[in-house]
């Protein structure tokens, strides 16, 4: 069904854009035999009325107009085109240096954010850049997470001007309440996504944090128009980051949990032979308690009571997890995560975007095309299959010519999809957020190109350029900047840096000589990829785990060489491979799966309950308790035996002190 609805909305595409004078519905009907199909005239219209509203949620002009001025409301006469100036991005062109920072502010999103919006905006963009390539990969590689719940469907809500409801669990009370707010706008801040819209019982201004939302926003009918003043980047400036929403008072175990003992605000109450007690400032008491429960019989609570008992809800729920898992043993062949299935919607926009790609590159390689579109070479053939039977049966010269020969694409007749789309909502929100998030970075945001590409795009993206007022990100805050320019700096000059390092998994700080390739980012953190010269190898450490780090005047030994990971985007996980790797089988319950995605899973299999299975290469499984404890449950070891085995006796020693 879906290829079917694919050719019907093609074909309307192609008729619609083809006459000034537009078309009748039963002219369309007539000339579009998918339509005749339908079983009744009622079942006729609904298709109908299903592919226009489609087309319009993809930003494209559809128009519908009175074929008798004096009776502009009679619906016996409406006629529908397609405006084909509003239609194609035209009168646009970008330098090599501004698509640079275009494939940069694209990458910077998940894979899945907006259903591949930044993917389906670069490849209508590469045909306003003459000669363009991928870039080479950047020192400084940000990444923007939408990872938070319910991030889509505030965002749709958000773009659609439609009043939601939602229960929200209050910061200052911790109450659950309904609440019903006009999203003006959302933006990232402080590592955590903000809506900010207008809560119509409190009738003002308000911030929610996603991450406390409770239910899935509800849409209501009517719509709203947000005021001509507001801005997501000057509320987002308004934020100030909360130090405390509570302080906690632990005991922990001498020499051991030193990630809690250097966080800013913490402090030592009392030194003991068995225990020191330690009072911690928390933000978020979920995270926290996932903290605590990862450290296992070398932390305890003393308050508040509150925290204490989330800590053992969590433990006892990774304990009942790992004594309940099945034993797993993946033996398919190796590959990345299972993506979702292409709906009718995705394959338009990809064929939309294909014919204007083949008419400026004749003879195109069909496995370069295949590659370049994110696809199968066989399914690249289907969509040229696709193309050749799409479009009006009863005009001379309708369809397109396709063919392929040698492994080379020829296409031709299709002189009104010659250009590409212009921009949808989603598309230009990806790249105008992406750039703008960029001209904060310190390194990049002087550069010239940066500011003209966004100015172009801009102007391009015409009445989805709004989405740079409503949409934004902050990808640094002040703390860690200065370790992003030095290494910067480190990196202009080549020289090695000097550093005092935290390491969790193994509870200690340590001293660090390292030769940085790139800095990155990733789940809202800041990474540098570097050589280690006491490790004899390419380690990435976390920004906010260096205690101290300063720049040496000894030139690097390695001579500018790149770690195993910096050919590949960050999105490729944290994890740098090495031949004494051990495999780990973990099953990830729906909210785990990132797990996956982040430590580079090399086979996964849905299991029938739902969850995931997925092999991880980890150099050392000293982590994975912690790790474990700390998901409650949405995550545990299926094997090996001897790993398993293990991490159940380290929850019920962890368990059992929560009691003691």
């Known amino acids: 069904m879906s290829a079917k609805r694919t050719e019907r909305l093609l074909t309307l595409v192609i008729l619609l854009l083809s006459s000034k004078r537009g078309f009748s519905k039963e002219e369309l009907f007539e000339e579009i035999e998918l339509y005749r199909e339908a079983p009744t005239p009622a079942a006729r219209e609904k298709l109908f009325d299903r592919d226009k509203a489609m087309l319009r949620e993809q930003g494209i002009p559809l128009e519908s107009f009175s074929e008798d001025p004096l009776f502009e409301t009679d619906n016996t006469v409406q006629r529908y085109r397609i405006n084909a100036e509003e239609y194609q991005l035209t009168g646009v062109t970008f330098t090599a240096e501004e698509y640079t920072f275009l494939s940069l502010a694209a990458g910077m999103w998940d894979p899945a954010s907006l259903d591949s919006a930044p993917s389906r905006a670069m490849r209508k963009l590469s045909l306003r850049t003459p000669g363009s390539e991928p870039p080479a990969p950047l020192p400084v590689q940000p990444r923007i997470r939408t990872s938070e719940p319910y991030w889509d469907e505030v965002w749709r809500a958000m773009a659609a001007r439609r009043t939601i409801t939602f ?8 109450r659950e309440e309904k609440r019903t707010v006009r999203p003006w706008g959302m933006g990232s801040r402080f590592g955590h996504w903000y809506l900010v819209g207008f809560d119509a019982d409190r009738q003002a201004e308000r911030f929610f944090r996603l991450s406390r939302m409770t239910s899935p926003p509800a849409l209501r009918e009517g719509g709203f128009e947000p005021p001509e003043s507001f801005d997501i980047n000057a509320a987002l400036a308004s934020l100030t980051r909360r130090d405390t929403e509570g302080t906690a008072e632990l005991l922990v175990r001498p020499g051991t949990c030193n990630i809690l003992r250097v966080r800013r605000g913490s402090a030592l109450v009392e030194h003991g032979e068995e225990w020191d007690r330690l009072r911690v400032p928390y933000t978020g008491l979920p995270a926290l308690a996932a903290e605590v429960a990862g450290f296992g019989a070398n932390a305890s609570v003393v308050e508040p009571a509150e925290l204490g008992a ?15 898992a099945p034993e797993v043993e993946l033996t398919g062949a190796q590959g990345t995560l299972p993506r979702r299935k292409s709906s009718a919607q995705d394959h338009l926009l990809r064929l939309l975007d294909l014919v204007p790609y ?19 070479e066989a399914q690249l053939t289907r969509d040229l299959d696709l193309l050749f039977v799409s479009g009006p049966r009863h005009y001379p010269d309708g369809l397109m010519d396709v063919d392929v020969e040698g492994g080379r694409i020829y296409l031709s007749n299709a002189r009104n999809l010659s250009q590409p789309v212009r921009l949808a909502m989603d598309e230009a929100c990806t790249l105008i957020v992406g750039l703008q998030a960029l001209r904060d970075l310190p390194g990049i945001a002087a550069h010239p190109a940066l500011a003209t590409a966004q100015a172009k795009l801009t102007a391009a993206a015409g009445d989805a350029a709004r989405m740079g007022t409503v949409v934004a990100t902050r990808l640094s805050e002040d703390e860690v900047q200065p370790h992003l320019e030095l290494f910067q700096e480190a990196l202009r000059r080549g020289v090695q840096v000097e550093m005092s390092y935290l390491v969790p998994a193994r509870d200690q700080i340590t001293e660090r000589v390292i030769e940085p390739v790139r800095a990155f980012s990733q789940d809202d953190r800041w990474y540098v990829e570097a050589w280690c010269t006491s490790s004899a190898g390419f380690r990435n450490f976390r920004l906010d785990r260096i205690q101290d780090v300063r720049l040496t005047d000894r030139p690097v030994t390695r001579g500018g060489e790149t770690g195993p990971s910096h050919e590949a985007a960050p999105s490729t996980g944290l994890y740098i491979p090495s031949p004494d790797d051990r495999s780990v089988v973990l099953v990830l319950k729906e909210s785990a799966r990132w797990i996956a995605a982040q430590y580079s899973a090399v086979r996964t299999e849905a299991l029938g309950d739902g969850s995931l299975a997925a092999e991880l290469r980890v150099g050392s499984v000293a982590w994975l ?13 299926a094997g090996p035996r001897d790993l398993r085995a293990e991490v159940l006796r380290w929850l019920e020693a962890a368990l059992a002190s929560t009691a003691a």
């Open 167 to 174: 229960t929200y669990r209050a910061a200052s009370t911790g």
């Open 310 to 324: 989330r800590v053992r809800e969590l433990l006892t729920g990774a304990l009942d997890a790992a004594r309940t």
């Open 625 to 637: 308790p912690g790790l474990i404890a700390g998901l409650g449950g949405a995550a545990a070891v």
């Open 358 to 376: 083949l008419l400026a590159h004749p003879g195109a390689d069909l496995k370069e095309t295949a590659q370049r579109f994110e696809v199968t």
